[in-house]
Each structure stands twice: as C-alpha cells, then as structure tokens.
C-alpha cells in the first residue's frame, strides 16, 4: 500500500517569508508525527496529533512554527517569517495508534535563503 | 524515556552478519527497545522493537539481554544496501508514556563490498 507521503520535496524560500508543508499520512493511522533533521543534528521532535486529542506541542521551537492536522488524515506545517536556521529536512510519520511502530515519509528539505 | 549508547560507526563485510550494539542501562521495565536505520537521503524505516524476549523479522534479529539494559540488533547477511545510519530508541508503550521517537546519533554501519 501507499506510504507516507510528503509535499514539496524541496522548497526554497527567502527569509521572511511563510512556507507550508504537508503530509499525507498512511490510510488509517490515526497517530501523526512531525521531526526534522538540520544538517549535521539528529533527528528533532516537533509536534504530534493522535485522534481528536489536543497535539502535544513539545517540540515546536518557536511561535512562528504551527500544525494542524484536517479531518483526522492530512497534516500541515506552517513555519511563519522563516528563518536560515529553520533550514533543515522536516520529516513526517504516521503510525496505527499511539504505541505502534512509525513509518516516515521522504522529507521536505527547506532551504531559507 | 531512557537514554541510549550506541557506537558512532562500525564497518561490516559484505555477506557477512552485522552485530550492532546498544547500552540501555537506565531502562525501566515497561519500556521497550526500538530499532530504526536512515539511509542516507531517505526517512528513518523501522526496523524491529522489543520487550525483553528475542525478536525475529524479515529483515532482522534483535537480541536483549536478560537484565535488559544493553541489546544487539543483528543483521543476518549485511548487503551493500543496508550502509546506513542505526537508531537505538528506548520508548514506553504504556498510558502516559511520551510517544515521541528520541533520536541520538546512532551507528553508522558502512557495509564494504
């Protein structure tokens, strides 16, 4: 079946400006995951949705950074005035329910110029 | 979630097996031993997870010692294919528990032809 899907899978912006990235998680997880990896760091928690409950925002840096996650399936990430160092491969993953293993999409590799 | 020390790199022959250490010695008994690789350019896959008994898949075995505070995951006929980045992560699956995959720097398994 269909993985995990991630769009763009490259955007370059200039500082400033806002950039959304999206994910289509596998059919049926209802648990939804953001990371990224900046060049040379290790992969960095950012936000995760499960079901209908409030995200767990723990890892977002800054205010600048926000999801949402539509109708249970389709999530977006919103990075507002970017920054060079929100430069990094933001990787999103879905998993069956909140306990089972995590499938991660491709990445989007964001270059704030 | 308990934190994990894994050799930053290891070199293997190809066809031969790769025994990719992890140190775990702050685990508590609820949580268990997950297993993911990064090939380079690529999202993390996962590759196997644990409680305290041996696991076995497709792809490979997981080994945890009986105190359970270090494992070795074993790739039975390393190819050219698996030169990739390790992750050893130590999650709890129960109530409360953070669902969030903590990534450290993991082993780099270069697979030599």
């Known amino acids: 079946g269909a993985g995990v899907s991630q769009s763009p899978s490259n955007k370059v912006t200039e500082k400033g400006k806002d950039v959304e990235l999206r994910c289509d998680p596998i059919?049926?997880?209802?648990?939804l995951y953001w990371y990224r990896q900046s060049l040379g760091q290790g992969l960095e928690f950012l936000i995760y949705f499960q079901g209908n409950s409030a995200p767990d925002k723990s890892g977002l840096p800054s205010d600048r950074f926000s999801a949402e996650r539509t109708g249970g399936s389709v999530s977006t990430l919103t990075i507002q005035r970017t920054q060079q160092e929100d430069s990094a491969v933001y990787l999103c993953?879905?998993?069956?329910?909140?306990?089972?293993?995590?499938?991660f999409g491709p990445g989007t590799r964001l270059t704030v110029l | 979630d308990a934190k994990t020390t894994q050799p930053p790199s290891m070199d293997c022959a190809e066809g031969r097996a790769a025994n990719l250490p992890c140190n775990h010695s702050?685990?508590?008994?609820?949580?268990?031993v997950y297993w993911y690789r990064q090939i380079h350019s690529q999202g993390p896959q996962y590759i196997i997870h644990g409680l305290k008994n041996n696991e076995t898949n497709e792809m490979a075995s997981l080994i945890i010692t009986e105190d359970r505070k270090s494992s070795t995951l074993i790739l039975p006929h390393a190819t050219l294919r698996d030169t990739a980045v390790y992750y050893c992560?130590?999650?709890?699956?129960?109530?409360?528990?953070?669902?969030?995959?903590?990534f450290g720097t993991g082993t780099l398994l270069a697979v030599q032809p």
């Open positions: 702050t685990i508590s008994g609820n949580e268990y």
């Open positions: 993953a879905s998993s069956r329910g909140q306990y089972n293993e995590q499938f």
């Open positions: 992560i130590v999650r709890g699956n129960y109530g409360g528990a953070t669902n969030k995959l903590i």
């Open positions: 059919s049926g997880h209802t648990a």
